[in-house]
C-alpha cells in the first residue's frame, strides 16, 4: 500500500480503528454467492516481496512475470516505481482467479492476505498517531454475516501476513527516505536501476554476475553464493545497493582497486 493511501485512510475520523487485540467475523468460502467478487475490477499494488513470491510460484522468470502478468508505472516527477497486477482486459478479473478459487492462495499478495482489515499506518508511528486497522465493508461482500470470532492479531498470523510484512521491513524503510518527498527525482537511468533491483530480480542477478558489479565491490563469498539462488537474500541486497547507488549511503563498500571519486556508476545495461 502507497503512503498516500495511507496517509488519506488515517485521515478518515468515522472509521472504526481496531487494535491488535479487537475481534471481528468474518468468512470467505465457495457458499458464499460473493466468492471471488471481490478479486474483480480492484487495483492490486504488488510489493517487492509480493512479486518475489509470485514469479516463483508460477516458475517464470521475474522478467516474463513482471511482462506477463502485471502494469508499471512511476509516480509523480519520476519517484518509485509501482508495479500492479494485470486485470483481464474485458473482465477485468485477477488472472490467478478459477471457479474454485485463487490458484496462486499459498503466494496471494499482502493486499489480499489482508482483505477484510485495512491498514492505516503512519510514517512513524507513535502514541498520538498510531498504526491502526479497520474493516473493509463492501456491499457485495457476506462474509461479515459469519464466521469464526478472531483477533485481528489472529487473523494476521492465519493469513501469513506478518512474515510478508517482516520481508518487506526493508523495503518500507527504504521508501521512508527523506528523498522521496524532496524535489529531486530519479534519471532514467536511476529509475531503471530502481526497477530492477526491486522488482526484476533476475535480471538483476544476471547483472550483478555477468557485469562487473563484483570486481567493483567488496561482497562476502559467502553472501555471493546466496545471491546465485536465494531471491530473498537478493532482494535485501538490492535495498542495500539502491541505499548505496541512490543515497551514497555506505551500505556497500568499494574495493580498493576502485576510488569513489573517479567510478563510473554501474548501470543495469553494464
Not at 215 to 232: H, K, N, Q, S
Amino acid at each position: 500500500m502507497r503512503e498516500d493511501e495511507l496517509k488519506k485512510q488515517s485521515a478518515i475520523p468515522e472509521v472504526p480503528r481496531l487494535g491488535r487485540s479487537d475481534s471481528f467475523r468474518f468468512c470467505c468460502n465457495p457458499s458464499l454467492v460473493c466468492f471471488m467478487h471481490c478479486c474483480q475490477d480492484v487495483s492490486i499494488i504488488l510489493t517487492p516481496y509480493d512479486v518475489l513470491r509470485l514469479k516463483r510460484t508460477l516458475r517464470l522468470d521475474s522478467t516474463e512475470f513482471l511482462a506477463q502478468c502485471t502494469i508499471s508505472a512511476f509516480t509523480r516527477q519520476e519517484k518509485t516505481p509501482i508495479v500492479m497486477l494485470k486485470m483481464d482486459p474485458e473482465s477485468r478479473k485477477c488472472p490467478f482467479v478459477t471457479p474454485e478459487g485463487c490458484r496462486v492462495h499459498a503466494s496471494r499478495p499482502w493486499a489480499c492476505r489482508m482483505y477484510p482489515l485495512g491498514l492505516a499506518d503512519p510514517e512513524r508511528p507513535t502514541a498520538s498517531e498510531p498504526r491502526f486497522y479497520f474493516l473493509v465493508r463492501e456491499d457485495f461482500c457476506q462474509g461479515h454475516a459469519g464466521g469464526q470470532e478472531l483477533t485481528v492479531s489472529e487473523w494476521l498470523t492465519e493469513q501469513g501476513v506478518e512474515q510478508y510484512e517482516m520481508m518487506g521491513a526493508a523495503f518500507k524503510d527504504l521508501m521512508l527516505h527523506p528523498f522521496w518527498r524532496s524535489d529531486q527525482s530519479l534519471s532514467p537511468q536511476q529509475a531503471r536501476m530502481c526497477f530492477m533491483a526491486l522488482y526484476d530480480l533476475d535480471r538483476f542477478r544476471r547483472f550483478i554476475f555477468e557485469s562487473s558489479f563484483l570486481e567493483r565491490f567488496e561482497v562476502d563469498e559467502a553472501r555471493v553464493e546466496a545471491l546465485r539462488t536465494d531471491d530473498v537474500e537478493l532482494l535485501d541486497f538490492g535495498t542495500q545497493w539502491l541505499r548505496f547507488s541512490l543515497f551514497r549511503e555506505k551500505a556497500l563498500k568499494i574495493r580498493s582497486s576502485f576510488r569513489e571519486n573517479k567510478m563510473q556508476p554501474v548501470s543495469p545495461g553494464e
